[in-house]
T-cell receptor
Framework: RKEVEQDPGPFNVPEGATVAFNCTYS??????FFWYRQDCRKEPKLLMS???SGNEDGRFTAQLNRASQYISLLIRDSKLSDSATYLC?????????????FGAGTRLFVKA | ETGVTQTPRHLVMGMTNKKSLKCEQH?????MYWYKQSAKKPLELMFV???????ENNSVPSRFSPECPNSSHLFLHLHTLQPEDSALYLC???????????????FGAGTRLSVL
């Protein structure tokens, strides 16, 4: 089982739609969670951190479910500019250090 | 502008060449990373430096040689590369430790490398 798994997509949605992505992680000791966004041929950029209580930033809502070991990202009222690859990121802490694991990403295309 | 600068942005090299990629972070972070991203593939972590010490080397071939002279600079020295090494090479930095820090990685724009 991969350490961090995402549905690669692509998700093709019309403008204004609501779309949700899930990401599962294998290590129950994982401590920090993030969603990054990567545009075509650009570097990944932090979209939002994921807190235990869930958090919202405008049209974006992130949730963490520790019991089932997954995080989710919900995008409401999709815009054309939301088209990108969304990367799930999990941080694990081990004796002597840390490890940051990036998922392979979920591709989103928002169409007019 | 994320505070992480990579040069050059594009590089074309032959298999017998020697070149270096440079990364500089202006964020005061204590950890730096090299990643490789091939077309339509996920990010692959190559090297991690924490407080200038290499803490991770993910079985990267010896034709890639990292150097971290100080906590703000990171180099990736390249020699006798293969065409399959053509990819986007991304540098990132983060602030590790400090209790409660978010440890978010900030990426440079990358160097797009083509090996002929």
């Amino acid at each position: 089982r991969k350490e961090v798994e995402q549905d690669p997509g692509p998700f093709n949605v019309p403008e204004g739609a609501t779309v949700a992505f899930n990401c599962t992680y294998s290590n129950s000791a994982s401590q920090s969670f993030f969603w990054y966004r990567q545009d075509c041929r650009k570097e990944p950029k932090l979209l939002m951190s994921v807190y235990s209580s869930g958090n919202e930033d405008g049209r974006f809502t992130a949730q963490l479910n520790r019991a089932s070991q997954y995080i989710s990202l919900l995008i409401r009222d999709s815009k054309l500019s939301d088209s990108a690859t969304y990367l799930c990121v999990v941080r694990e802490y081990h004796t002597g250090g840390f490890k940051t694991i990036f998922g392979a990403g979920t591709r989103l295309f928002v169409k007019a | 502008e994320t505070g992480v600068t990579q040069t050059p942005r594009h590089l074309v090299m032959g298999m017998t060449n020697k070149k270096s990629l440079k990364c500089e972070q202006h964020l005061g972070h204590n950890a730096m990373y090299w990643y490789k991203q091939s077309a339509k593939k996920p990010l692959e972590l190559m090297f991690v430096y924490n407080f200038k010490e290499q803490t991770e080397n993910n079985s990267v071939p010896s034709r890639f040689s990292p150097e971290c002279p100080n906590s703000s600079h990171l180099f990736l020295h390249l020699h006798t590369l293969q065409p399959e090494d053509s990819a986007l090479y991304l540098c990132a930095s983060s602030q590790e430790g400090g209790g409660g820090a978010q440890n978010i990685q900030y990426f440079g724009a990358g160097t797009r490398l083509s090996v002929l």
